[in-house]
């Protein structure tokens, strides 16, 4: 019993150790304000399909370019400092969260295991069936977990012609790499987005 | 010769238990239902320090003399309510200070909740020790589990205390009817199980009515205490609804319902209380603690008057003393 308090205890002095030196924030009071809204551009977004292009890019006309840079020294001026702020601390509690719940249910598991096992009750049928049900329960749970985690079909994992295809409708996403780039060019009106369509081959989702 | 027996239904007294509770019940939920708000505050103006005063009064009463082998178990559980009681004070009056962030009031909230887990779970294993041919170590890995969950999903487990804590006074109700009304006891159970089926109909009622006016400080708390901002895709009316139904329910367990089987808790019977009334006890402290008592309950209707939410936000700050206090009383009767 000592030895349970004792480790109860040194758990939770290193989770309050961890976070000893607590910044002072910089504003009072402590509430974190909520940023204001990103600056938003108005236009219209070109996709062409085109079965030359070797890399999918999106091209942005340099008055846009200016506009977003303005957008961003506007962001940058402080308004949104809150915000960095309550990202980080977000992400802080966030890790300390995984740490200390994963600690805990660890010893959930390890005291439950030997309370189980010392009660005598694993020699009983309900006991085995018991451990038999949770063995199929975690596994069936991970099953799931891992399923749900599931990558997305090939075709939504690249910009190609292939994203406007049903499996990717289905499927509600896809992301891949592209190029950005600054357009010189005075006939680029609006952003422009060059994505290459080879010849349609024959793939596992179709 | 062969005896015909007539078999004729005879109302006891349970059946009219049983009955009163299951019709006080509809007609509460049903003018909660309508009113939620207005009847949240009314009932906590009306009913909030009273129960607390016959929950202090039963706890007098069932406390022994002597601890005896139980010396280990109410140390703990004293120790416990001190402590825990006095670090949710400090966390919710420096909560504004400059000092703490939002990540530093997280983490000593988490910290504070993972206490009050522990600290229960320590008072179930003392608890299973005294009982012969028992073991309650399994109290521990039950422990650890829910510190997990406090820590995994911080807003939902402090919500799910708000809605657990109505149904500690029912346990211990249960607990009492056992001991000292053990023929009601299988009524009070129907009670129980008709419960689930007023929030249901509470939920068929009003899942689809729009959120309670939050136009006021005061409206605006009595909707996030209900949990309104960790629940938004369900209507506050539901939410507040429920909450001051369940809370309805305790404060009759505690003001009505206790005294009525077990005549130790009749507030005015000091003789049932050994404290009181053995040679060895403090009858001159407990008078004092009791009048004491009176007096803060006058106090808070005094306070609602004035300032209703000043006065709201005050009581549930302090209130939580005795919802500590309510864990080793009912651990004890197990």
Known sequence: ?206 | MQEIRIRRFESTSAHIFLGAFVVSCAVAALLIGSFPLAASIATIFLFAGVHNFMEFRYFMSRMPLHWGRSRTFYSVGIAGVLTLSAAYLTLYFASGNWLWSDESWAVSAAIWNTALILWVGLLFYLRGKQRPRSDWAWAFPAAFFLAALAWIVPQYWSLALVYIHPFIAMWFLERQIRRTKPEWLRAYHYCLASIPVFVFGLWLSLAAQPNVSEETNLFWRISQHAGSQILPGISSHFLVATHVFLESIHYAVWILLIPMVDWRAVPWKLGKIPLFSNKKGFPKLLAAAILVSLLIVAALWGGFAVDYTTTRDIYFAFAIAHVMAEFPFLIKML
């Open chain 1, 1 to 206: 019993m000592k030895r349970t308090v004792c480790l109860t205890i040194l758990i939770l002095t290193a989770s309050l150790a961890a976070f000893a030196d607590i910044a002072r924030p910089d504003k009072s009071p402590n509430r974190v304000e909520k940023p204001k809204a990103a600056k938003q551009i108005d236009t219209v977004l070109q996709i062409r399909l085109d079965r030359d292009a070797k890399e999918a890019r999106l091209l942005i006309p340099k008055k846009y370019a200016k506009e977003l840079r303005a957008a961003l020294n506007e962001m940058e001026s402080g308004e949104n400092s809150n915000a960095a702020v309550a990202e980080n601390t977000a992400g802080s509690f966030s890790r300390t969260q995984t740490i200390v719940s994963g600690l805990f249910l660890s010893l959930a598991l390890v005291f439950g295991g030997m309370w189980f096992v010392r009660s005598g009750k694993a020699a009983t049928k309900s006991g085995k069936a018991l451990v038999i049900f949770a063995i199929v329960a975690g596994a069936g749970s991970a099953a799931t977990y891992v399923y749900a985690n599931a990558g997305p079909p090939p075709s939504a994992r690249s910009i190609t012609g292939k994203i406007f295809s049903k499996s990717v409708n289905d499927y509600g996403y896809a992301s891949g790499k592209i190029k950005l780039q600054i357009s010189d060019d005075a006939d680029d009106i609006y952003p422009r987005l060059i994505v290459p369509n080879p010849q349609a081959t024959p793939s596992a989702d179709e």
